[in-house]
């Protein structure tokens, strides 16, 4: 396994090398050098899950001792990418050391020629804002539709130069192309409606679940001066905050976030970055999210939407505010407030996609009230969703059939 180096792609890769290590399947994970020692606790099977630790290269602009997204700018995230690129050699000694059965990649996409196999050319085509606002033909859910500003942004990052002379579109179109099986994390009982879209819209490459790979129960406790203030507030009462490691709002935006968390009148904890612009110091700083959100005095989570924090939020009890900032999660956001209406999205501006105070307010209450019908609706069926990830069994079945049709492909 070499997942891009973003910490949720990391953990995630690492959360399915655990299902396939607990079924007997030896796994070797490229990791940076220094990452290593932060996921090792979340290795639990040490004896078949092997890290193999990789320097990261330094390149120009990147900061010195630079290894996951964590530790550049988002606009500087391109030169981390040219530094996976110059990995390439090493990856390749040790593939022929250890010839794997499968090589479980996703951004880099020279993995495949490796194998080996050729790599064609990139082709030049340049992803719209209007191809985006707009659904394909025969999409499950014609409604599930971007707004302008949405759009706009996806259309810029796809279209970015992101190293190797390349742009995020390419290096995705090259992967899809020369990967034998594409492996997606998700479930029929979510999103089945789109894996049959996607199968007929992908030339019947093999495609498989691997299911919802739900967040394991943590065997440590939260730390004493969160577990201390939560304490003193009644059950479901206090709204949680987060926006990721990654995500940095400008100054205007992140005081309306907070003054709209204020207006609700309810208690909340945010654990946010620091603004840009700000004078001043704010402490952001990771926090037990997983732990914080299965207190009983939080009842509500104010999400960014990365995939992460969604499969944290779907066990827990708490009502989704759904607040998305970039890319993929404007999609997640949708999936979860107009498909499987679990949550609700924050209103914003259609063509900048602006916030105010007004919007974080109406949406926590609307979640957080018990009379509220749109609220009902999304306690109920969070409560049925998270029941069926949750049944004896479920994930499991996923993983087994996902294994399988692993083992059946080699013949």
Known sequence: MYPWLAMGHLTSFLH???????????????????????????????????????????????????????????????????????????????????????????????????????????????????????????????????????????????????????????????????????????????????????????????????????????????????DGWLNGFSHGSVVYCALGSECVLDKKQFHELVYGLELTGRPFLAALRPPRGKRGIIRGGWVQQQLILHHPSVGCFVTHCGAGSLAEAMLSECQLVLFPQTIDQYLNAKLMSMDLRVGVEVDKDEATGSLTKEAICEAVNTVMEIENKVGKEVRTNHTKLRNTLLKPGFEDSYIDEFAKSLKDMLG
């Open 16 to 226: 399915l090398a655990n299902k396939l290590a607990e079924r007997g399947h030896q796994i070797s994970f490229f990791i940076p050098t220094k990452t290593q020692p932060k996921l090792a606790s979340h290795n639990h099977h040490p004896t078949l899950i092997t890290f193999i630790p990789i320097i990261v290269p330094h390149v120009d602009g990147l900061p010195v001792g630079a290894e996951t997204t964590n530790d550049v700018i988002a606009i500087d995230v391109f030169k981390l990418m040219d530094a996976m690129d110059l990995t390439q050699d090493i990856i390749d000694s040790h593939l022929t050391q250890l010839k794997p059965d499968y090589i479980f990649f996703d951004l880099t996409q020279w993995l495949p020629e490796l194998a080996p196999r050729g790599i064609p050319e990139p082709e030049d085509h340049k992803i719209t804002e209007d191809d985006l606002v707009v659904t394909p033909p025969g999409f499950p859910n014609p409604d599930l539709r971007l707004q302008r500003y949405e759009a706009r942004v996806l259309a810029y990052i796809t279209n970015m130069y992101f190293g190797g002379g390349m742009t995020l579109s390419e290096r995705l179109n090259i992967s899809f192309k020369e990967c034998d099986v594409v492996a997606i994390k998700t479930c029929r009982e979510m999103e089945g409606g789109y894996y049959e879209f996607l199968k007929k819209h992908m030339n019947h490459k093999s495609i498989l679940l691997v299911g919802p790979l739900v967040p394991e129960k943590l065997r440590s406790t939260l730390d004493d001066r969160f």
